[in-house]
Every structure is written in C-alpha cells, then in structure tokens.
C-alpha cells in the first residue's frame, strides 16, 4: 500500500485496548501534515482500534480510509476464548457525533 501513495513503508505502533491512544496519534499526524500532505488512513487493527480511527475519521472528513479484506482467515493466528472485557460509555450516540464535528469550530457570543 505505501508504494501505492509513495511514502516509505513506516508505521506508529499504537495500543489495541486504548481507542484513545489511536485517535490521538492520527491526530498528531493529521496536525502535522496539514495542508502540505493528503491523508489516508489504512486499517489492520483491532475492534478498539478500527474505534479510535472512527472517530478520528469522523472529526475529519478531509481524511480518506482504505479497508482491506483478508484473502484467507487463519484461525490459529488469533486467540481462541473471551479474555476480560470492556465498556465504552459515550452517552448519546447523537451528542458523540454532534461533539465530535464540533471540533475547530468557533462561537462568538456577544454579552449584551
């Protein structure tokens, strides 16, 4: 993939728990390359981490995604059970979405 946008064949580790951890190094990116680079996101993660790049995503419609599609699943490649799980509460679907768009937006109110 990287040959297809001519960028070096580099990567971020990031957590696969911490959806935060991922949204918040794409945003460090994103910052950085602002207006002197497109951006693109490609996902190979896990469920929290495809989480955080959503979100990331939906905060910046400027971003492009490319999903891949295993040609085979190798089951032995991957835990078997269910370890410890986890919740994430955030609220509203609608407020998460309203407050997320909001990002960079300023609002002037006048003090009458």
């Not at 040959?3 to 580790?13: F, H, R, V």
Request: charged share 20%; aromatic share 12%; glycine share 12%.
């Amino acid at each position: 993939m990287s040959s297809l946008y001519l960028l070096a064949n580099s990567g971020i580790p990031v957590s696969t728990l911490d959806y935060k951890d991922v949204a918040g190094k794409l945003g460090e990116l994103w910052a950085e390359w602002e207006g002197r680079h497109h951006m693109v996101v490609v996902t190979l993660g896990s469920k929290m981490q495809h989480f955080g790049t959503f979100l990331f995503l939906l905060a910046h419609w400027d971003v492009g995604l490319v999903l891949s599609e295993p040609g085979e699943f190798v089951a032995d490649r991957f835990s078997t059970g269910i370890g410890a799980s986890w919740i994430v509460d955030l609220g509203e679907i609608g407020e998460l979405n309203k407050l997320v768009r909001r990002r960079g937006v300023l609002e002037f109110e006048w003090d009458s």
